[in-house]
C-alpha cells in the first residue's frame, strides 16, 4: 500500500496508540486538505516517528480510519496473515452454523469492511467509498480462503443510494438456507436487512431456542422476517404473534419461518401506534422488543431512550405473572449502562431477575463504540 505521510496533533497521537480505529475531522490540521478519499496515510508524530497507516476519507465526520498500528506499511502478506487469525476464531462458530461474519469491520481492526457467509455464499459491505479498494480486495482473498462459489458486494442501508448489490464472482445467489443449531433459516442476500439476515441475532435465537415454551403465547415486536418467533416456535410455543411495520418482510416470514402457520398471527403496523392498541386482555408469556436503530446522532438520544420506555411500559401490562421480558438495542450512539440502567427502571420492579447476552465469537466487541448490541433478557 503506497502511503502520504501527515502529521498528526499531539491528541492524535494518544488515540492511535491507545489502539481506536477512528480519527475524527475535527482533529485534523488544515494541512489534510491535501488529500482525496481512499490515500493511505502514513501517520506521523512530531519527531517524524511513524505510529501507524489510516485510509483517508474527505467527506465524512471520521477522516481517517486506522488500519495498522506500527512503523511497518500494511501489504498483501499482512493483510492474509490477518485474515487467517481472524477466521480461526470463528472455527467453533462454523460447528453450530453455516452463516457467520467472517469480517466484522472496526472491531476486528479493519475497519468500515463487514464480509458475512452463508453456506459458499459470501457478502461483502463496505461502509465509507475509501475503503471499497481495500474491502474488494479482501474479498478476493476470503473467497478462496473459505472456498465460496458466489461473492456478492451489498450496500449498507446509509449508502443505498450509491448503488444495489453487484456481482463479484460466480453466479447470481438465489435464497439461501442455513442452520443454525435446531433452527433453519433462509436468507434473501439480495434484498434482505444488512448482508441477508441478522446474523448479530444468533445468540438471542440459541437461547429462545433453548427455553421450555411449550404451550407459550409469545409477542415478537418488530419482527422482521422472524427469526425470533421460529426460534419460539422451536421451543414449544403454540402461538407467536410477529408484529412489524413491513408487509414484505411479514410474508417471507409466513413463507419461511413457520412451522406451523396456525401457530402464528401477523400483524403489518406501526408498532409504536399500534401497542396502543392492544385489547387490555390480551397476555403473553414472553414479549420481545427489538427496534431498529433509532439515533444517528448523540442528539437523537434522549429521545430514543423515551420512545424505548414507552414501550416498555405500555406492553409490560400485557405479560403474564412469571413471564419473560427480552428487550434489545442496536442503537450504537446509546451506551451498555444507559441502556441497561433505563431498561432496568422500566422493568426491575416486576421482573427483578436480569440476565444480558454476551455477543457471539464472530461479533467480537474491539472498542467501545463497537459495543452496539445490547440483548437483556428479564424475569422473575
Known amino acids: 500500500m503506497k502511503s502520504r505521510r501527515y502529521q498528526v496533533k499531539k491528541e492524535v497521537e494518544q488515540i492511535i496508540k491507545q489502539g481506536h480505529p477512528w480519527i475524527f475531522k475535527s482533529h485534523l490540521s488544515s494541512a489534510a486538505q491535501v488529500f482525496q478519499t481512499g490515500d493511505c496515510l502514513a501517520l506521523v508524530n512530531s519527531t517524524n516517528e511513524v505510529l501507524g497507516y489510516g485510509l483517508f476519507e474527505r467527506d465524512s465526520l471520521i477522516a481517517i480510519r486506522v488500519i495498522k498500528s506500527g512503523k511497518t506499511a500494511p501489504n498483501a502478506e499482512w493483510f492474509k496473515n490477518k485474515l487467517k487469525k481472524i477466521l ?3 472455527e467453533n462458530i462454523k460447528n453450530y452454523t453455516e452463516g457467520y461474519r467472517a469480517l466484522h469491520g472496526e472491531n476486528d481492526g479493519v475497519p468500515g469492511v463487514v464480509f458475512d457467509v452463508y453456506g459458499k455464499v459470501g457478502v461483502l ?18 473467497r478462496k480462503e473459505l472456498h465460496l462459489e458466489t461473492v456478492v458486494w451489498k450496500a449498507p442501508s446509509r449508502r443505498k443510494k450509491e448503488g444495489v448489490t453487484r456481482l463479484l464472482f460466480g453466479k447470481e445467489p438465489k435464497l439461501q438456507w442455513i442452520r443454525e443449531g435446531k433452527l433453519k433459516v433462509a436468507v434473501d442476500v439480495g434484498e434482505g436487512q444488512k448482508s441477508g439476515t441478522f446474523l448479530d441475532l444468533r445468540g438471542l435465537r440459541k437461547f429462545l431456542s433453548l427455553q421450555n415454551l411449550k404451550g407459550k403465547r409469545v409477542l415478537n415486536l418488530f419482527s422482521y422476517t422472524g427469526t425470533l418467533g421460529l426460534a419460539a416456535e422451536v421451543a414449544g410455543a403454540s402461538e407467536i404473534w410477529n408484529v412489524d411495520i413491513s408487509k414484505g418482510a411479514l410474508k417471507f416470514s409466513e413463507q419461511y419461518h413457520s412451522l406451523n402457520k396456525k401457530n402464528f398471527k401477523y400483524i403489518p403496523a406501526d408498532v409504536f401506534s399500534w401497542v396502543d392498541s392492544l385489547a387490555p386482555h390480551e397476555k403473553f408469556d414472553v414479549i420481545i422488543v427489538d427496534p431498529p436503530s433509532m439515533a444517528s446522532d448523540a442528539k437523537q438520544v434522549p429521545a430514543a431512550l423515551k420512545a424505548y420506555a414507552r414501550i416498555y411500559k405500555r406492553v409490560l401490562p400485557h405479560l403474564k405473572p ?6 434489545c438495542c442496536c442503537t450504537s450512539r446509546i451506551g451498555r449502562r444507559e441502556f441497561t440502567d433505563m431498561a432496568k427502571k422500566c422493568l426491575i420492579s416486576v421482573l427483578p431477575k436480569m440476565k444480558s447476552l454476551s455477543a457471539e465469537d464472530d461479533h467480537p466487541v474491539g472498542f467501545a463504540q463497537g459495543d452496539y448490541l445490547k440483548l437483556l433478557v428479564f424475569g422473575k
Open 125 to 142: 459491505q463496505t461502509y465509507t467509498p475509501s475503503v471499497d479498494p481495500l474491502g474488494r480486495y479482501l474479498a478476493q482473498v476470503l
Open 88 to 90: 480461526s476464531k470463528r
Open 322 to 327: 412469571h413471564g419473560m421480558m427480552i428487550v
